[in-house]
């Protein structure tokens, strides 16, 4: 059944009120309202992926023994669609999330969702629930499809039975008091993730094991953190859940190359066109703790900035490890990041061209 899966389409017989939605748009936060549906499908070993279905957003009834609780056998995928001036909705690049779910399945040992499915999920959820896409600012509707094993068996094995399900969430502008600079703090006892494991994956694990790091920089008085490689301990790899960009002072533009052990951003893949498009030459590369730390000190490096899904690009204004800390330029960013963020969200608002055929229009 899985080659042609399809979902259908069951509506929420007590949606929201127009009143509890608006209330809700008017200040949406993140990731704490949801919207009226979500996606759901089952796989299991004899029956491969059926029961698709577009369905009233609600909880999951979950036996104790359900493997995930135990063994972490999860994936997840992080994305928006955005409302354009023409009151259009559009996914950006929900192929490319297509295809790192799949990856990260095959890493989990989890079964493949075929894309076209994945991708049927997603337009009809939004879809049905195309009054929760907010407008103004930087607001949008933020997808969270995940897929976990759902089997209520305690052995240790793949999963023989797995839930895919999508839910949404309006999101207000991630920086509401305009774009703020972030503190770094290097993280120099604990690691992300080490060759062979599972950092290239989107999964929950991944996250779990930087919270503790993530603790540590707030006490700090940062906001986020750097995590280096797990063998030399030397090479830059990405925030807590950030990839990272450097701009050098002969206007030359670098990020980690993926290693395997560096998630494979998707905001990461697009400004690397976008800072060609600007005119600027970008490199993939190892780059060193010491040539952050020394180019920020001498100037070698002109600007650092963080990207991600949730707050697109972000600024960073200092470097701290235990015993100094080093500030990027002024510590205000600067026009580089300025200009990629600016094109980056341009095409996503619809306020521009789309060169590279980036978004999909759904409703």
Not at 193 to 202: C, D, F, I, L
Not at 272 to 294: A, H, N, Q
Request: one cysteine or more.
């Amino acid at each position: 059944m899985s080659a042609d899966l399809e979902f259908t389409v069951e509506p929420n017989t007590q949606p929201a009120s127009d009143d509890q939605r608006a209330q809700t748009l008017a200040n949406p936060g993140f990731g704490q309202n949801f919207s009226d549906h979500m996606a759901i499908a089952t796989w299991t070993r004899e029956n491969g992926w059926h029961d698709a279905r577009i369905t009233a957003f609600g909880p999951l009834e979950l036996s104790p023994a359900t493997s995930v609780f135990h063994y972490a056998q999860t994936i997840f995928e992080g994305m928006k669609a955005y409302r354009h001036p023409d009151d259009s909705i559009h996914l950006f690049r929900p192929e490319a999330n297509a295809a790192r779910f799949a990856k990260s399945a095959h890493r989990l040992a989890l079964p493949e969702l075929p894309e076209a499915a994945f991708l049927d999920s997603l337009r009809k959820l939004v879809e049905v629930d195309r009054a929760w896409v907010p407008a103004g600012g930087e607001t949008s509707l933020y997808l969270r499809p995940f897929m976990f094993g759902s089997d209520p068996f305690l052995g240790v094995r793949p999963s023989a039975q797995v839930t895919y399900c999508a839910i949404a969430s309006p999101a207000g502008s991630y920086f509401a008091n305009g774009v703020k600079p972030v503190r770094i703090w290097l993280s120099e006892e604990y690691t992300r993730a080490a060759p062979g494991g599972t950092g290239a994956a989107k999964t929950g694990g991944n996250y779990a094991s930087s919270l503790l790091a993530q603790a540590e920089a707030i006490e700090q008085g940062c906001d986020q953190v750097a995590f280096l490689d797990a063998v030399e301990k030397k090479w830059i790899e990405e925030l807590g859940g950030m990839n990272l960009y450097f701009v050098l002072d002969d206007n030359s533009v670098a990020t980690p190359e993926l290693s395997g052990t560096i998630l494979e951003g998707i905001t990461r893949d697009s400004i690397l066109k976008l800072v060609t498009d600007l005119g600027y030459t970008v490199t993939e590369r190892k780059i060193s703790i010491d040539e952050w730390r020394e180019g920020a000190a001498s100037g070698r490096i002109r600007e650092v900035f963080a990207c991600g899904t949730a707050a697109v690009i972000t600024p960073v204004a200092s470097l701290k490890w235990n015993g100094g800390e080093v500030q990027v330029a002024d510590g205000n960013g600067g026009p580089v990041t300025g200009a990629v963020r600016s094109a980056l969200l341009d095409v996503q608002y619809g306020r521009t061209k789309d060169p590279h055929n980036w978004m999909t229009k759904v409703c």
